[in-house]
Every structure is written in structure tokens, then in C-alpha cells.
């Protein structure tokens, strides 16, 4: 396993991304900044943890973790339930469905597939770069579906007229879409952005 993890950040290396270690704040040219890793990872070709939207503690997974409705803002950003600004700070917050947006239309997105990885290069305007692992998503403690095909990024927004379904944006290699909406419950892929 760590020979892999040390291909993988090699083959992330002559890619052109410059800092894979977690976590640190890339520069694409955009409103905010990204992270480079996915929380729960250890480096940027890591895929991290697969989490509820607005669970903190990364240990819920089934159905009956929906949260107190009237309490849960519409946006969770820099909030309680954010576990992003929870493990990485204040400067740092789960995406918007606007930044995610920006991101697939102001970066040049290349798929990438090899027997190491498989998920999304972005370059921006700067020449740097971030990667977006394909991990799934999760139904229960250990019920992880679609790994290595599809990745589910939450944003920090829940839908506004359904409280148990949250924003999120949808990744395959034939398709790239901020217009997500499922239930929270569904453990998906996070990362940061530093405002």
C-alpha cells in the first residue's frame, strides 16, 4: 500500500501538481482557493474519507441521521456542520455550488485513467494544478458503491425546499455536474476551498 500511495504522488508529480501532501491551499486563478487533498486523505491521490453532508464526526451512515431541520442553515459553510473549517480552520469551508461552477467552467478539466487512479486534473489560469479522485460514494458503515468510476463532491448547500437532500457535484468520465441533489445521509467525497 505504500508503494502505491508513493506511485500515485509520483504520477500526480509529473502531472504537474506541485504540492501533494495534505493540506494545502492551491491557487487556480478563482474566487477562492482549493485544497489539493480531500478531507480524510493524506495526500493529494488519496481519496480520502466518504462522508454525510454536515456530520463532523465522520461516523454516520445510515438513514436515520438527518439533522434538526429548523436548526440546519440553508448554506453550512463556516457553520457547526462544516467539517471542513472544523479540521482545517476558520480560512477554510466546504465549496458553494457557485464555486464548484466556477471551477468546471473557468479550469480545463482532463480525465485521467490508469491501473494507479482515476479521477479529474484541473488546471487553471495560474498553471496550477489540483486532482480529483473517483472514490464512490458510501450507504452504511461499509457499503462504498462506484469507486474508481464516479466521484460525489458535497457543496455547502442543502436544497431549499427539500431538508434531507443536499447539493453536491457529480463527476464521471463522460460527465462533470454541479447539480447534484440526493439525500445527506450518503457518505460522498469533501473538499476545501480557503476563501
Known sequence: A???HIDINNFLLSLGIKEIRATHAVDLGLSVKWANCNIGSSCAGDKGGLYGWGDVTGSIFTEEYYLKDKDVPIDIANTEYDIVSKILGPEWSLPTIEEWKELIKECKWEWISNPLIKGYLISGFTGEKIFLPMAGRRYGKDDIRYADDYGYYYSSERSDTDTRKA???????DQIDATGLYDYYVGRSIRGVKK
Open 2 to 4: 505504500e508503494q502505491k
Open 167 to 173: 447539493r453536491y457535484c457529480f463527476l464521471h468520465k
